[in-house]
């Protein structure tokens, strides 16, 4: 028996995709009229990617997952040779006008991967060898996308990689090592591994005004759009911080900055309450779900999302250091919307074939 899509899931991400188009409506005399027209392309495309996605069974994915994960690495050796260089990064294939991220794609086939590992284990401790597996297949995309190098996309893979050895059921005490490991490795990074503008951006969250026209410029400025639009906004296209380019990546890393400038408070937790809606939807699936596979997939794209979310509106608000994370389905970028549409489209058909995937 065949069931419909979850319609609340697919309100709310249609729901934030048409706001992201009309924040781009709003900056685009500062960043270009032309990425509005790009953006509606691919939001098309990736809407029509999700409900195609929605119609294949979820144990047609968890047997294609390692074919997609190994085209994912290929993609991500291939981008370190062949790719172009865009702010210091070789992470994009540029065929003409369209420009495609292997990283935010691979991402996906990682979560599959991951998922589809978990899905045939039958014992409920993850032991050594299952705990280095699920390392390995996490760690083979990172030490590629760090070598472009991209930390922000880089770091939304930690999700992927913390509820693996959950859903595994690491031991409490191996949790504690990995604790004491990720102290230790914090310390020497920052020691040996970080530059000096990175150490700044962290330094600046905790004293805002440590450096406001160097590394806090950028958290400085997003502050005042999103404290200068009070309750309603500014009006669409009409917020300063935006219209006289003060405030930067007011598309992509501060788009939502932009947003709450332009629409208020109001504005700014009606998005919140549509991602809301999204992840709540997320978590009523690994509720309804009995099969491992499904209920693993579904509960990495929970962890992802939620950190993705939570992390860009912590370096919009100056909470967390700028690093260089987007706003799912909101900042723009092709690659980005149509990974992320296909990762929903999965989870609809996980939502769809629920009772079938026996």
């Known amino acids: 028996m065949q069931h419909r899509i979850d319609t609340i899931l697919m309100l709310a991400v249609v729901s934030v995709?048409?706001?992201?188009?009309?924040?781009?409506?709003?900056?685009?005399?500062?960043?270009?009229?032309?990425?509005?027209?790009?953006?509606?392309?691919?939001?098309?495309?990736?809407?029509?990617?999700?409900?195609?996605?929605?119609?294949?069974?979820?144990?047609?994915?968890?047997?294609?997952?390692?074919?997609?994960?190994?085209?994912?690495?290929?993609?991500?050796?291939?981008?370190?040779?062949?790719?172009?260089?865009?702010?210091?990064?070789?992470?994009?294939?540029?065929?003409?006008?369209?420009?495609?991220?292997?990283?935010?794609?691979?991402?996906?086939?990682?979560?599959?991967?991951?998922?589809?590992?978990?899905?045939?284990?039958?014992?409920?401790?993850?032991?050594?060898?299952?705990?280095?597996?699920?390392?390995?297949?996490?760690?083979?995309?990172?030490?590629?996308?760090?070598?472009?190098?991209?930390?922000?996309?880089?770091?939304?893979?930690?999700?992927?990689?913390?509820?693996?050895?959950?859903?595994?059921?690491?031991r409490p005490r191996v949790w504690v090592v990995l604790g004491l490991l990720g102290v230790i490795t914090a310390g020497v990074a920052w020691a040996t591994v970080l530059k000096p503008y990175q150490k700044e951006r962290v330094l600046t969250v905790l004293d805002a005004d440590r450096d406001p026209y160097g590394a806090g410029y950028q958290v400085r400025q997003s502050r005042i759009a999103v404290g200068s639009g009070g309750l309603s906004g500014e009006g669409i296209g009409r917020g300063s911080q935006s219209v006289l380019r003060f405030l930067p990546a007011q598309h992509t890393d501060f788009a939502f900055a932009s947003w709450a400038e332009a629409t208020g408070f109001i504005g700014a937790s009606a998005l919140l309450v549509a991602f809301s809606v999204i992840l709540l939807r997320l978590g009523v699936l690994t509720e309804r779900t009995g099969q491992r596979f499904d209920l693993g997939f579904a509960t990495i794209v929970f962890a992802w999302l939620a950190f993705q979310i939570i992390v860009n509106l912590g370096m919009v608000l100056g909470w967390l250091p700028t690093a260089g994370i987007t706003l799912p389905l909101f900042s723009y970028g092709g690659s980005s919307v149509i990974s992320t549409c296909a990762t929903l489209g999965i989870v609809q058909s996980i939502w769809r074939h629920r009772f079938v995937n026996q």
């Open 17 to 170: 995709l048409a706001a992201s188009m009309v924040n781009l409506y709003g900056v685009s005399a500062a960043v270009g009229s032309g990425l509005l027209m790009r953006q509606v392309v691919w939001c098309v495309i990736g809407l029509s990617l999700l409900w195609a996605c929605s119609f294949i069974r979820a144990t047609y994915w968890e047997k294609a997952a390692p074919k997609i994960y190994a085209l994912c690495l290929i993609a991500l050796v291939a981008v370190l040779v062949f790719g172009q260089v865009r702010g210091g990064t070789r992470g994009w294939f540029v065929l003409g006008p369209i420009s495609i991220q292997p990283s935010e794609f691979a991402r996906l086939g990682t979560m599959l991967m991951v998922a589809a590992f978990l899905g045939k284990r039958e014992d409920g401790q993850l032991h050594l060898g299952g705990f280095l597996v699920v390392s390995t297949i996490v760690a083979i995309p990172v030490g590629l996308i760090l070598l472009e190098p991209d930390l922000g996309v880089a770091l939304t893979y930690g999700p992927v990689l913390l509820i693996g050895w959950w859903l595994g059921g690491l």
